[in-house]
Structure formats: structure tokens, C-alpha cells
């Protein structure tokens, strides 16, 4: 019997930490959408929430334009997490083919500095894990995420003039 209780205690304790931020069903964050409009930029942003398919997902689109010093539209959630057993962030999600970026902020930081990290949204969903060491430091690409805290989750299209799109259907943390 103390055997069995020893064997099962090991492995929960190996069982892997995951925690879901949002599933837009019964878990949601309070996601709000700008754009480089807040610095004088012209790009346009719209969220919407949308079921297709028994799926429920948010639409992050519009036009990214670089002219006046923009370029970038992006969906952001408070998060505030306080975990040191975080490895990285799991995402559902879909797209035009093109590259995306999903931001991490922490405590303290100037609103234009952020972690980040790239993926690609093709047209089917894939679940997409991007691990905590995946993001770089946005005024020093040299520098990891090194931080216990994340304030906020944002899902961000940027760098380049295009027409954005990519849905979302669940973050988690693992």
C-alpha cells in the first residue's frame, strides 16, 4: 500500500502544469483590440468572436500599414501570472499564411517594450507551443524571457504592409 501511494504521489508530481487563459467558452480573458493609431499611425484593426464549425474562436484582422511610423494591430489580455514552473505558451490558431507574433509583457515595463516571439498561422488550425527561451527582448533581441511575471498576452500582426488575419481559439499556459 505505501508503495502504491509512493508510486502515484511521483507521478503527480511529474504531471505536467498547464493552466488555460482563455478557450472562448467557459474561460475567457478581457481581450482589448488597438492599433498603431495610439502613436499616429494609420493601421486599421477589428476583433470579432465567430463559431465556425463548433469551434469558437476571436478574428484579429485588418490593414497593417507601416506609413507614419505604424505598422502593427494587436488583441491584448491582462494576464498578471505569477508562476515560476511556466515553460511557454500554447496556442489554437489559423490564419492567411503569414508570420504572427505573440507579445509577453512583465511588471515595470515601458509600454513599447515587450518579449516576443513569431509563428505562422496557415489556414488550418494548429496548436502552436512556444516556449518562454522562444522570446526575445524587443530593444535587445540578445535577451531571453527571463522573468517569473506576465502581465500581458497580446496576439499581434506587424513589420511589413498587409491584410492581417488570424483566429484564436485557445491559450494556455504549460
Not at 28 to 36: L, T
Not at 95 to 124: D, I, Q, V
Request: net charge negative; hydrophobic share 40%.
Amino acid at each position: 500500500m505505501k508503495k502504491s501511494l509512493a508510486i502515484l504521489c511521483v507521478l503527480l508530481s511529474m504531471s505536467t502544469f498547464t493552466k488555460v487563459i482563455d478557450n472562448v467558452k467557459d474561460i475567457r480573458a478581457e481581450w482589448v483590440p488597438f492599433s498603431d493609431q495610439v502613436m499616429g499611425g494609420i493601421s486599421e484593426v477589428n476583433v470579432y468572436e465567430l463559431l465556425e464549425d463548433g469551434v469558437s474562436f476571436y478574428r484579429l484582422e485588418g490593414n497593417v500599414s507601416t506609413e507614419n511610423n505604424g505598422g502593427f494591430i494587436q488583441l491584448r489580455a491582462g494576464v498578471n501570472l505569477r508562476n515560476k514552473n511556466i515553460e511557454g505558451i500554447r496556442i489554437k490558431v489559423r490564419g492567411n499564411n503569414n508570420e504572427y507574433y505573440l507579445h509577453l509583457r512583465s511588471p515595470r515595463m515601458l509600454p513599447w517594450n515587450y518579449y516576443t516571439a513569431k509563428f505562422y498561422a496557415s489556414e488550418e488550425w494548429v496548436v502552436v507551443d512556444l516556449p518562454l527561451s522562444s522570446f526575445e527582448y524587443s530593444r535587445d533581441t540578445s535577451k531571453s524571457f527571463n522573468s517569473s511575471k506576465i502581465q500581458s498576452i497580446g496576439l499581434v500582426a506587424y513589420g511589413k504592409d498587409f491584410f492581417a488575419q488570424v483566429d484564436l481559439a485557445e491559450v494556455e499556459l504549460y
